[in-house]
């Protein structure tokens, strides 16, 4: 059973760095595309970053790029999320979600949301002094 796993979010202040990882088991790790998304209170969910783990295509948002990057450790069936410069527009929870590489390259469809049948519970990042 396919199963996902986030980890790393915490409150930071403004300006500081958090790293999140989706830790995955229940299906071939390196097959898959693996997407970060998030949510805050009141909006829509947002595609942040997403790569396949099958070619190395990535997507990285306008909104986080330059701040964010997303990479990944086959080794681990982990995909990380490195977050700096954050500030409040970055409170949220964090998702990860995966589908298989063909139907969610990111090349073609950005990190669309949509596509993704598998997710993790979330965890919660929030920037405030």
């Known amino acids: 059973q396919e199963q996902l796993v986030e980890s790393g979010g915490d409150l930071v202040q403004p300006g500081g760095s958090l790293r999140l990882s989706c830790t995955t088991s229940?299906?071939?790790?390196?097959?898959?595309?693996i997407g970060w998304f998030r949510q805050a209170p009141g909006k829509a969910r947002e595609g942040v970053a997403c790569?396949?783990?099958?070619?190395?295509?990535?997507h990285v948002a306008d909104s986080v790029k330059g701040r964010f990057a997303i990479s990944r450790d086959n080794a681990k069936n982990t995909v990380y999320l490195q977050m700096n410069s954050l500030n409040s527009d970055d409170t949220a929870v964090y998702y990860c979600a995966a589908e298989i590489w063909v139907r969610a390259n990111p090349r073609d469809y950005g990190c669309n949301a949509a596509l993704y049948p598998y997710w993790g519970q979330g965890t919660q990042v929030t920037v405030s002094s």
């Open positions: 229940g299906f071939a790790f390196d097959k898959y595309t």
């Open positions: 790569i396949s783990n099958a070619d190395g295509n990535s």
